[in-house]
């Protein structure tokens, strides 16, 4: 078992436009209002680039920096861990379709912003860190992959981690068989020790299977959030935080394990 701790939040989802605003809406004091908007341009990534981003990495740009604000950190102390259900599918979708025209007209700022880990790179241009960057992909089990990864690197390096997860709408026809239904990306900022700005405390343990388990009851509308894209599976641990909640978190991962989540609320 691993235990980090979790300092900051960011995040961008249909009527979870950030932490702030988040908090009243998983407790319950505000009602949620499902707002299905387009991205905020991440205004911390420089003109230049800025103009050639993609929806997908303004999104992992900006939740990571609301992240980063609000556990006031500095970025170049932390570990990056950025993770993607399926990537940039619109570029993709986009590629595939140029490929079909006379010359095959494939534009080189879309080539790169293909590239998987691309919101990674856009995001150490921005903030101009230089540290240890990671990512990584496991389909629907990507934040549990992604969690494990960067739990992995609190304990081994003793550092502060970024972990990012993002998603965007899939198009047609990726639709049919990448369902994903709306943008949203959530980072999570993990310290290997207590601060004043800590949120909760995770226990992060790795377990085979068990039958079904049982873990924290969500709004149904959050709920339909987490299932229409992948990457807003930390709203379980975010709704626990915000009610104060301590309990266990299950997310399965690959055909036989499981990743248990303790969480313990701090402030």
Not at 63 to 84: G, M, Q, R, T, Y
Not at 148 to 156: E, K, N, Q, R
Request: net charge negative; with cysteine.
């Amino acid at each position: 078992m691993t235990t980090v701790y979790l300092d900051g939040v960011g995040i961008e989802a249909p009527g979870l436009r950030t932490w702030d605003q988040a908090r009243p809406v998983l407790t319950g004091e505000k009602p949620f209002h499902f707002e299905k908007k387009t991205y905020q341009v991440a205004t911390l990534i420089p003109e230049n680039e800025r103009r050639r981003a993609s929806d997908t990495i303004h999104i992992a740009v900006n939740v990571a920096d609301e992240a980063v604000n609000n556990a006031k950190v500095n970025p170049e102390l932390l570990i990056n861990v950025f993770s993607s259900y399926r990537g940039a599918l619109k570029i993709v979708s986009h590629i595939c379709n140029s490929l079909t025209l006379p010359g095959h007209p494939v534009s080189p700022t879309q080539f790169h912003n293909s590239v998987y880990n691309s919101p990674a790179a856009y995001w150490s241009i921005a903030t101009q860190t230089k540290g240890p960057s990671t990512s990584l992909a496991c389909a629907e089990d990507s934040f549990s992959a992604a969690l494990l990864s960067a739990a992995a690197c609190v304990f081994t390096h003793e550092q502060g981690v970024l972990l990012v997860m993002y998603d965007v709408e899939s198009p047609k026809p990726f639709d049919k068989k990448y369902a994903i239904d709306f943008n949203c990306g959530i980072a999570l900022i993990l310290m290997p020790s207590e601060s004043e700005n800590t949120l909760a405390k995770l226990d992060i343990d790795f377990e085979p299977r068990k039958s079904e388990e049982m873990d924290i009851g969500l709004n149904p509308d959050l709920v339909k959030l987490i299932n229409g894209n992948a990457s807003a599976q930390p709203l379980r641990i975010l709704s626990a935080i915000a009610n104060k909640d301590s309990c266990e978190i299950f997310y399965d991962y690959l055909e036989t394990s499981t990743v248990v989540v303790r969480v313990e609320p701090c402030n």
